[in-house]
């Protein structure tokens, strides 16, 4: 009767470390998210903003009308990436992921697609603003750029970490 009880709390020790939480890989991402938020009002052209020191944080985050507080960053070792977009009831294209390149540099922001046809015809801002580890930056100066809409044009940043 032990064995079992033994192989029984086994079993349940292999399954549940094996939960697919995400939480583990979220741990090791080299980016963290500091508001992911549809804003009321008004509407942003699709585009990135970059920040590599406080003073610039707090204008960027003011400039976004983030309604959210300003999480803490340690510039020392984070940079702050922002994406911004329109977006309408609807269609939406929420943010899923933040892929960093080193050849070509570049970090993209990637987000889920919505069905053509049946998007409305209001529009509202969209803001992605994001922590990334600059010892993850190793390619010198990085497009900082979105894959919503790639071919428009003045929709990307410049960072130098």
Same mark, same amino acid.
């Given at each position: 009767m032990g064995?079992?009880?033994l192989?029984?709390g ?5 399954v549940?470390g094996?939960?697919d939480s995400?939480s583990a890989s979220d741990d090791?991402?080299?980016?963290? =998210?500091?508001? /992911? %938020?549809h804003? +009321?009002g008004?509407?942003?052209? @699709? ?5 590599t ?10 400039a976004l009308? =983030?309604?959210s /507080? %300003?999480p803490a +960053?340690d510039f020392?070792e984070e @940079?702050?990436v922002?994406y911004?977009?329109?977006y309408?009831s ?16 570049a970090?993209?922001?990637r ?7 049946v998007?409305?015809a209001?529009?509202?801002?969209y803001?992605?603003?994001?922590a990334v580890q600059r010892?993850?930056?190793t390619?010198g100066?990085?497009?900082?750029d979105?894959e ?5 044009a003045?929709t990307?940043?410049?960072?130098r970490p």
């Open positions: 064995f079992k009880w192989l029984f086994f079993l349940a020790l292999i549940g094996c939960s995400g090791h991402r080299p980016w963290r =998210v500091l508001a /992911d %938020e804003l +009321v008004g509407s942003f052209e @699709v585009g990135a903003m970059t920040a020191a406080s003073d610039q944080y707090h204008t960027m985050w003011a009308g =983030v309604e /507080d %300003e +960053v020392d @940079v702050v922002a911004t977009a329109s309408s609807g269609c939406e294209y929420p943010f899923i992921d933040l892929e960093i390149s080193h050849n070509p540099a970090i993209t922001a987000y889920a697609g919505s069905e053509p046809g998007c409305a209001d529009e509202n801002p803001v992605v603003v994001l010892d993850a930056l390619g100066d990085y497009l900082v979105s919503i809409w790639p071919d428009r003045n990307s940043a410049t960072l």
